[in-house]
């Protein structure tokens, strides 16, 4: 097997770098992860100012139909394009619509659905966010008690979801309701298709550990969801939903986030602290930070992998779920040893004067704690894998 790229995707890797240092801010270093992207009211208007430069180079949506906005590119591109934007952390990419909803009306949408919804996607037009989780549903996702009552000429939706991501940024939410009480919870699902500013929906913040709000909870009364808005057929919501996760879990931003708090440590530590530390305290810190180098090209393989496969029209499910455990808790141990590295510099946020690396590995260390559960937790992903990959019993 040939882990090397072309020289045709090295050719496009480095076009994406030249753009980069063309249009950010000069001297950009970019937040610790993609979270603050939506956090913050800068990030995300210089976000809606790169958006059509980058749909302009068709980056958006390269792996679509032409028709649509698309490139028909393949998706090693696509996880090429991925890994150079979460690298530097660019904002600019609304991802629940580029990687999520548009994929999905794409596969099960319907004609006038596509026109609607996926150009506007592909022109950085518009931001989505997912109606999935609930407070009585979030692993066992099935379990889920928002409704949507078929009124004849609509839906009346009525419920609540939670740990909505960047629902306050949103246009559009794609929403997981039960639209048939009578049958087994993983039957009588659907998926909707909801404009944010129809009557009913109430949006309110959650904040995080750091005091960031990328979260929120969301509340349906009485919504009136056209029926043209329904994703394929009333009740196939779960099959749609399935295959519309292994999306969310393969993605390889949780990599490259940690590969750049990683090489950003290794800098620092080549510049500030041999000085200062005996030789056998360097040596110990050489050898955390080369394994966590060595964890990173592995965690980075994995996802490669999940893109070549879906490349050849598979779901690559145990794939996808082995990839988001090893990503998310890739994430935790960089940034737990990047705290070791710093000692007490690193309790210090980015507005202390004596901050480290502008505050980036704490900030980076919070964050990182729940990317084990958001996107299924990985006690999930290894029942997945165990009886979706594996063939083992259920115990």
């Not at 988001?324 to 710093?342: A, C, D, N, P, Y």
Request: charged share 25%; net charge negative; with cysteine.
């Amino acid at each position: 097997m040939d882990f090397a790229f072309t020289p045709e995707e090295e050719a496009f890797r480095q076009e994406i770098r030249d753009f980069l240092k063309q249009e950010l801010p000069e001297g950009w270093v970019g937040p610790a992860s993609n979270e603050e992207l939506l956090e913050r009211d800068d990030l995300f208007a210089l976000g809606r100012k790169l958006a059509p430069k980058l749909a302009q180079k068709g980056w958006l949506t390269m792996g679509w139909p032409k028709e649509y906005g698309g490139q028909e590119r393949s998706h090693i591109a696509q996880t090429i394009f991925r890994e150079e934007m979460c690298y530097n952390v660019v904002p600019g990419i609304d991802i629940s619509g580029t990687a999520n909803v548009g994929p999905t009306i794409l596969a099960y949408g319907t004609e006038e659905q596509k026109k609607q919804h996926l150009l506007p996607i592909a022109r950085g037009e518009v931001v989505w966010c997912q109606g999935f989780s609930e407070p009585e549903a979030g692993s066992d996702l099935a379990s889920l008690r928002t409704r949507a009552d078929d009124m004849g000429d609509h839906f009346l939706l009525n419920g609540q979801k939670v740990w909505t991501t960047g629902g306050h940024r949103a246009d559009w939410m794609y929403v997981l309701a039960r639209t048939d009480l009578d049958a087994p919870k993983h039957e009588g699902i659907s998926i909707l298709l909801l404009d944010l500013k129809t009557a009913g929906v109430e949006i309110r913040p959650l904040h995080n550990i750091i005091g960031g709000h990328v979260f929120n909870e969301v509340f349906f009364d009485n919504v009136r969801v056209p029926k043209d808005n329904l994703v394929g057929r009333k009740n196939q919501g779960w099959a749609i939903t399935t295959s519309l996760l292994n999306l969310e879990r393969s993605g390889v931003d949780r990599v490259a986030n940690s590969r750049r708090i990683l090489d950003d440590l290794i800098a620092f530590t080549r510049e500030t602290l041999p000085a200062g530390l005996i030789p056998h305290h360097v040596d110990l810190i050489r050898q955390k930070l080369g394994g966590m180098a060595i964890e990173c090209e592995v965690a980075r393989l994995l996802c490669y992998r999940v893109a070549w496969l879906q490349q050849q029209g598979q779901l690559a499910t145990m794939e996808a779920s082995a990839a988001k455990i090893f990503g998310s808790e890739l994430m935790q141990r960089v940034s737990s040893t990047g705290m070791q590295i710093l000692g007490l510099y690193g309790q210090l946020d980015g507005v202390s004067p004596r901050s480290v690396m502008q505050g980036r590995v704490p900030h980076f260390y919070q964050s990182s704690r729940g990317r084990t559960i958001s996107a299924g937790t990985n006690e999930i992903q290894r029942t997945l894998i165990a009886t979706r990959g594996l063939g083992l019993p259920r115990g």
